[in-house]
């Protein structure tokens, strides 16, 4: 069974750019979280999807950022426009029910020049 | 607000047995789970406590007591590829949102 499957691994872009963050949750898993680690602090919660819904965004950091999660499957996360602090690693995670376990994506680390 | 303290790095030998605490300060508390995570890699289930006590799985064990607002991973006859971090995080409320600890980079030496 695949695992959580994030996109791209890597991602390096100028300030004021945009860029769009891709994952695709274990299939059948209908909650879908982003969490993001800025250098040297802990992962910090972003947002909660319960299939298409937003179910919890209140870890978002402000409105340049936007996550879709379309037909309840993939999710994307669009940073518009970046800007350095969002340099970090952003994770997604998925999970069959809202209890413990939680399946975390081997993240997109994102750099912002 | 929320917090997780645990320590930031801790070094053992092969072999050896190693414990991971962490305490926390949340405005609620469903359970205290343990994530190990490998440079570049992506974070990994451990164990999850939500009653006080002891859980094993395998080498490793997490204890919780909830009185105390604390917790710990053991980890026993370490291995080199037990050298990763490890996080302790906090299901505060509904939706299995986890708050998490800084992490505890552990260095496992011959």
């Known amino acids: 069974e695949a695992g959580v499957t994030q996109f791209p691994s890597h991602s390096v872009i100028e300030k004021g750019q945009t860029v769009t963050l891709r994952c695709d949750p274990i299939?059948?898993?209908?909650?879908l979280y982003w969490y993001r680690r800025v250098m040297g602090k802990e992962i910090k919660f972003l947002l909660h999807?319960?299939?298409?819904?937003?179910?919890?965004e209140s870890g978002m950091p402000n409105n340049r950022f936007l996550a879709e999660r379309t037909g309840g499957t993939y999710s994307t996360l669009k940073v518009q426009p970046a800007e350095l602090e969002d340099s970090g690693v952003y994770f997604c995670a998925s999970s069959q029910d809202q209890g413990a376990r939680a399946f975390f994506g081997q993240g997109t680390r994102l750099t912002v020049v | 607000g929320q917090s997780l303290e645990q320590p930031s790095e801790v070094t053992a030998v092969e072999g050896a047995i190693v414990q991971i605490n962490c305490t926390y300060q949340t405005s609620g508390f469903y359970g205290l789970s343990w994530y190990q995570q490998h440079d570049g890699g992506a974070p990994t289930f451990l164990s999850y406590?939500?009653?006080?006590g002891l859980e094993e799985t395998g080498r490793f064990s997490s204890f919780l007591s909830r009185s105390d607002s604390y917790g710990y991973l053991l980890l026993q006859e370490l291995q080199m590829k037990d050298s990763a971090s490890y996080f302790c995080a906090v299901n505060a409320g509904g939706g299995n949102k986890l708050t998490f600890g800084t992490g505890t980079q552990l260095k496992v030496e011959l």
């Open positions: 406590n939500a009653l006080d």
């Open positions: 299939s059948g898993h209908d909650n």
């Open positions: 999807f319960v299939k298409e819904s937003k179910q919890d």
